[in-house]
């Protein structure tokens, strides 16, 4: 319904009411700060939090789309850029931009294979990528903005990636592999030096995307734990995405996307002579290009220091050995694969425990919980704050699970039937159309919230869908199949 409020005021309203308006909004979000969520937000200190912010609001309303006009702003990103490149162990003439975040970081690199392939490379008509199905969903995106082909390599035991599969996928279409470091969904890190040499085999590139990694794994690496080589020392590595924005501790808005070399990132850029606003040329996806992320990322870097990433990095890796050991002791969980830095996904093998009903009891219980599908489980992403949660994290986990294991219906009440319904749903084609039913509400006119388990028929479920899935369910606990 159109309010008032749809419409921007006739006169100024009071500002500090707009502050209080804002803050009572925000006190609705999930409480990040009290180390009960576990993805959206990285955070180093508060000190560091209030330094970034006088970093950013230096550089509020400068753009960083004109170099020749804030110089400044061009000397952060190259040298936040040669920083990341030296820290990945790119040669001297590694190169590369700062961009908005992994998404762009993944779909610029995607574009660039396709550019430099169109001009080299001309007998590829139909460009494909393989992908393992545990690379980030922005490939899907890129493959889908930029008409690549993303071919999925599958898993084998112990959730690595499956490399014999991996050779077979790759053709005469191939631009390039990827490999993760780790991935997003059970923080495996894929065997970047075997698909290094199959990149070198074939003669095509091979994209890692250290997102979550890059600004962690050379930490942990220091630290002494033993994680194979995932940068540019791995020969056939053509690119790198990194977040600064996630592990970097810096604002939101900044990642690097770097290559090994100058051929490489000329595809990315963007050049148009013809346009009566004048000769143009972008690095980039945006046009403006916010001046507060860039140098907030430049502050994070020099104000972190060696130090205060190794600092970081030793309690993230410790308090994510307790979270693993002691999820692991609970009868019944499992760690998904053996991740070796703070990214990790956990299961049930039970058959009495549903993991989206133990998902419902943490949410009861304060926790802002992740719940993935294929297969169904929960996903943590940790951050040195969670290092003061650990043991209360545990204990509810403990009581979670009992209280499920002992109720036989859990899984069919709360959100646990909505999530167990999308993510085994067969049809899947139907529950993409309901999920972009759900968005065309939300960004409707109405601008409804999301919401999964929504009365008026707009559930990401379709209604014939789910009545078969409570039949299947009911059945199965009838016969204790
Ligand atoms: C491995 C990996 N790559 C890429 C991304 C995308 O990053 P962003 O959300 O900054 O676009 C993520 C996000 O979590 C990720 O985990």
């Known amino acids: ?226 994680i194979p080589p995932f940068d540019f020392r791995v020969p056939g590595v053509t690119s790198v995405s990194a977040d600064l924005h996630k592990y970097g501790y810096a604002a939101k808005g900044a990642s690097v996307i770097l290559y090994r070399g100058m051929d490489y990132l000329r595809h990315q850029f963007f050049v148009y002579v013809n346009w009566p606003g004048g000769v143009f040329a972008s690095p980039s996806m945006p046009g403006t290009r916010s001046g507060g992320s860039i140098a907030a990322a430049w502050a994070a870097l020099n104000g972190m220091g060696e130090s205060g990433y190794l600092a970081n990095a030793v309690t993230v890796l410790d308090t994510t050995d307790r979270f693993i050991k002691g999820i692991e002791r609970i009868q019944g969980l499992r760690v998904l694969g053996s991740p070796p830095v703070g990214v990790f996904a956990y299961n049930s093998f039970d058959k009495r425990i549903n993991i989206y009903a133990v998902a419902d009891e943490m949410a009861k219980r304060g926790w802002h919980i992740d719940r993935q599908q294929k297969p169904p489980c929960i996903h943590l992403m940790i951050n040195p704050g969670h290092a003061k949660i650990v043991d209360q994290y545990l204990q509810d986990l403990e009581d979670a699970v009992e209280t499920v294991r002992d109720n036989p219906h859990a899984a069919l009440s709360g959100s646990a039937p909505a999530y167990g319904l999308m993510a085994g ?57």
């Not at 936040?80 to 003439?93: C, K, P, T, W």
């Not at 574009?111 to 199905?133: F, G, N, S």
């Not at 003669?203 to 734990?225: M, N, Q, S, T, Y």
């Open 425 to 481: 749903a067969p049809m899947r084609g139907l529950v993409e159309k309901n999920v972009l039913d759900m968005m065309e509400a939300m960004y409707g006119p109405e601008g409804k919230s999301p919401d999964l388990q929504s009365k008026d028929g707009k559930s990401a479920i379709p209604a014939p869908v789910m009545a078969w899935m409570r039949f299947r369910a009911g059945l199965a606990r009838m016969l204790n199949i």
């Open 1 to 226: 319904m159109e309010t008032d409020r749809m419409k921007i005021p006739p006169m100024g309203l009071d500002k500090h009411e707009i502050l209080e308006e804002m803050r009572v909004l925000r006190d609705q979000d999930i409480a990040w700060e009290d180390n009960r969520a576990f993805s959206l937000v990285f955070h180093h200190t508060d000190a560091h939090t209030e330094f970034l912010k006088s970093a950013h609001n230096l550089f509020f309303s400068e753009n960083g789309l004109n170099p020749m006009a804030f110089k400044s702003l061009r000397t952060f990103e190259h040298e936040a850029v040669r920083m990341s490149a030296n820290l990945l162990n790119g040669a001297e003439d590694a190169v590369g931009t700062m961009t908005t975040g992994g998404t762009e970081s993944i779909m610029l690199a995607v574009k660039t294979y396709r550019d430099r392939a169109r001009k080299l490379m001309p007998w590829i008509r139909r460009p494909e990528m393989v992908i393992p199905i545990t690379a980030h969903v922005a490939f899907e995106k890129a493959g889908k903005y930029f008409d690549v082909r993303m071919v999925h390599a599958p898993l084998t035991e112990g959730y690595r990636l499956d490399l014999r599969a991996m050779e077979r996928l790759i053709n005469n279409n191939t631009l390039a592999l990827v490999g993760s470091a780790p991935n997003y969904p059970n923080g495996m890190i894929d065997p970047i030096e075997e698909l290094g040499a199959f990149a070198e085999k074939y003669r095509v590139g091979l994209h890692v995307d250290a997102c979550v990694g890059g600004f962690f794994l050379p930490w942990a690496e220091r630290l002494g734990k033993n």
